[in-house]
Structures are given as structure tokens and as C-alpha cells.
């Protein structure tokens, strides 16, 4: 086994913090990967790994490797890739981290034709609505849904997500339908919370040009897309959505739109990456096919609503 199997072997383990998901992501047996990494020690002359019978986790020169190593076989990767003028010649392993109804609804259904114009590039998606640090984790790109936060990664605006107002039919029996604001003091929102911070949103719309913002009585709180139409289909509340989450029940009458002359502001869509990271070529390819599938789904300008 040459060093950069070795290399690569090392980078599983400590991204998976376990020798048996590292070889079950690699596809080879525990033993193998064991032993690469104990080969792997006695090369450098140190240990990068503390091992207990329940977690493995980086040492203090096991870090200060994990960063060069990234490097290193992302340099080779990329010069292997130098001559190759056939796209789907292109080799390498690229991580991308998207929040979990894009990937969900979006990606993973449209993979495949990205897998057969470049079969020879693997993908590690992470589907997850948690704010992953790039840098730290290893990621190579990364779709962020909202205003983002100064983190010093590179940021590109793809569009902005038309969202809207939805409510089921058995709620408008119940309650009525609202045709302004002013009428929901009456009403139930279903509520949603960040779940990373946990911070609640309050009911938005623009009017004239304007955003106003309300507290709209919620007997139900979620921290996840998915919960909160599962809730408005159930009857609990008006929703405010992307209209892409909820166009097929849209579609079959579970849910209908609401005050279209009140909806809040679209959100932007951005692409991020490690700032000091250069793209390799299977990132770029892998960025080049996203972003026309993603932009199919949003609005371009940020004041189209």
C-alpha cells in the first residue's frame, strides 16, 4: 500500500472517528484499515490517533497532519486529473454538505445523470438543516438556504426562494381564509424554530415595498421543514414555505396558497467554500452542474415574488 492509500485510509478514519465506519465507507475489512493506520504511525514516528474501545480521535500531531494530508492528496488528485481532457476521465472523491429538503427534493434525484456524465468522481453528500464548519470538517462545497453569517468562506448568490403562504383546506373550513395581515390576529401560524439556534421566526410580509413582521399565535413549534408541512397539512396553521417544498401538494389540493399579494421576502441560496482552498477540478464540475439544476427552482432577481 503506497502512501497515498495510507493518506487517504488516515483521512476516513479521523473524518468518521471510527475504524469501522471508515472501512465500511471504504469498503475494505476493519483490519485493513487497522493496519494502514498503524503502518502509517510507524512511518511518521508518532501516534495520531488516541483509541478507546468506544472512540478514536486526533492527537495533538494527528492534527496538525490531518490539515497537510488534506492537501496533499487533493494536490495529487488534482495533477492526476491535469491531462485528462475527457471529463469523464476526471477522478476524485468531493464532499458536499446541503440543508435536507434540497437535498432530499432536489439533488439526490438529479445524481444520477451527474454520475453518468462523470462516473469516475465519487460524492459524499451531507443532507442536514446543522451548520457545518467547512474548513474543519473537511467539506468542499456547501448550499446555505438564508442571510448568511461573516465566516470567512467564499460565498456565491445563486438566487433567492420565492416563499409563500399555505394553509390546508380543513383549516380555511375551520378558520377562514385571510386576505390581508390585519386579518391574523384570528389565526394560528404553525411556528418554526432554527435548529441550531433555536431561534424562532416571526410571521413576515412586504407591503409596498416594506417588510413587516408579527407574532401570529402558534400552537405548534417545529425545528424542521419537513414537521412544519406535515403540521399545515394536518390543519394546525398557516405556514410560510418555499413554494419548490410545497408545490405538489399544491398541486393536490392539500394545501392552497394564501394572501399571494403579502408574502414575505425571497431568501437567497448560496454556494460556499473553504477560502483557502483552490477548486480542484471535480468540485468544479460537480458546481458547474448544481447550479443550473438549483437556479431552475428560484427566482434570479431577489425582487421577483
Request: charged share 20%; hydrophobic share 40%; net charge neutral.
Amino acid at each position: 500500500m503506497d502512501s497515498v492509500d495510507l493518506f487517504r485510509i488516515f483521512l476516513r478514519v479521523a473524518e468518521n472517528g471510527s475504524f469501522v465506519r471508515a472501512a465500511e465507507s471504504l469498503d475494505r475489512p476493519a483490519s485493513t484499515v487497522s493496519a494502514a493506520v498503524q503502518t502509517l504511525e510507524s512511518k511518521l514516528g508518532t501516534r495520531l490517533f488516541h483509541r478507546t474501545t468506544r472512540s478514536v480521535s486526533l492527537t495533538i500531531d494527528g492534527n496538525a497532519f490531518y490539515s497537510r494530508c488534506q492537501a496533499a492528496v487533493q494536490y495529487i488528485e488534482e495533477t492526476e486529473n491535469l491531462f485528462r481532457r475527457n471529463n469523464s476521465e476526471v477522478t476524485g472523491t468531493i464532499r458536499v454538505d446541503v440543508p435536507s429538503r434540497v437535498g432530499s427534493h432536489i439533488i439526490i434525484p438529479a445524481l444520477p445523470l451527474f454520475f453518468r456524465l462523470y462516473p469516475a468522481v465519487k460524492v459524499e453528500l451531507g443532507v442536514t438543516d446543522r451548520n457545518v464548519n467547512l474548513a474543519e470538517e473537511g467539506i468542499d462545497c456547501a448550499i446555505r438556504v438564508g442571510q448568511l453569517e461573516n465566516s470567512g468562506m467564499v460565498a456565491k448568490c445563486l438566487g433567492y426562494l420565492r416563499i409563500i403562504n399555505v394553509a390546508s383546506a380543513d383549516y380555511i373550513a375551520e378558520y377562514g381564509r385571510p386576505e390581508s395581515p390585519g386579518e391574523l390576529s384570528r389565526h394560528n401560524s404553525i411556528g418554526y424554530a432554527s435548529p441550531t439556534s433555536g431561534r424562532k421566526e416571526l410571521f413576515e410580509w412586504v407591503h409596498q415595498g416594506e417588510v413587516e413582521r408579527a407574532v401570529i399565535n402558534s400552537i405548534l413549534t417545529v425545528n424542521s421543514a419537513e414537521a412544519s408541512i406535515a403540521a399545515c397539512i394536518a390543519g394546525m396553521g398557516i405556514l410560510q414555505i418555499p413554494a419548490y417544498d410545497v408545490c405538489d401538494k399544491l398541486a393536490a389540493g392539500l394545501l392552497c396558497e394564501l394572501m399571494p399579494d403579502f408574502r414575505p421576502r425571497a431568501i437567497p441560496v448560496s454556494i460556499l467554500y473553504p477560502h483557502r482552498r483552490h477548486l480542484s477540478r471535480p468540485v468544479r464540475l460537480f458546481t458547474d452542474w448544481l447550479t443550473p439544476l438549483l437556479q431552475g427552482k428560484m427566482n434570479l432577481r431577489k425582487d421577483e415574488n
